[in-house]
């Protein structure tokens, strides 16, 4: 199964589309994983038009988004148990989103937690569980280069974490 994970879209202010790089792999996505900053619900709608689409809020949504998505949800996926959040609330500031994002789940058996929000691309294993930021597809700010990521999950066991980098949001 492939899942792609996207997270702060920020979309119409950044890009009035998704990218090509990420609609490439949208057509071949079994799921479609967001980690919040939309800033709209148009959003969800595009990428609704290629796979099951679940997310949550992030920081710069507005109550609509909030009401019909949430903070923080916990999924399964071919027996994979992955929560989503943005990664904003806690302490800290930026540099505690990671932290963040693992406190969220912290009381529930997760295999990944997916979060966003730092607009930096992380993988990395904490306590046995994958903390996976795909960046931006939109926003990369300091990054070098724009990002998602696609997660392969295959006899309920987590086969591949990859990000796509790209230089272009067109």
């Known amino acids: 199964m492939k899942v792609v994970v996207v997270s702060d879209t920020h979309m119409t202010r950044m890009a009035k589309k ?26 969800l709608e595009m990428l609704e038009q290629y796979a099951q689409t679940e997310g949550v809020a992030g920081n710069n949504d507005g109550s609509e988004i909030v009401a019909k998505l949430g903070w923080r949800k916990l999924l399964e996926i071919e027996g994979m148990r992955i929560g989503i959040v943005h990664g904003h609330k806690g302490t800290g500031g930026r540099s505690d989103t990671e932290l963040n994002a693992y406190r969220a789940f912290e009381k529930d058996r997760v295999d990944v937690v997916v979060f966003g929000h730092s607009h930096i691309p992380v993988k990395r294993e904490r306590e046995g569980v994958l903390m996976f930021n795909p960046g931006s597809p939109t926003d990369k700010r300091r990054q070098v280069q724009y990002s998602f990521g696609i997660l392969t999950i295959e006899g309920g066991k987590l086969k591949s974490a990859e990000h796509i980098y790209y230089d272009s949001k067109n």
Do not use: N, Q, Y
């Open 18 to 43: 998704l990218p090509d790089r990420l609609i490439e792999e949208l057509k071949s996505a079994d799921a479609i994983l967001h980690a919040g900053d939309w800033m709209t619900l148009s959003v």
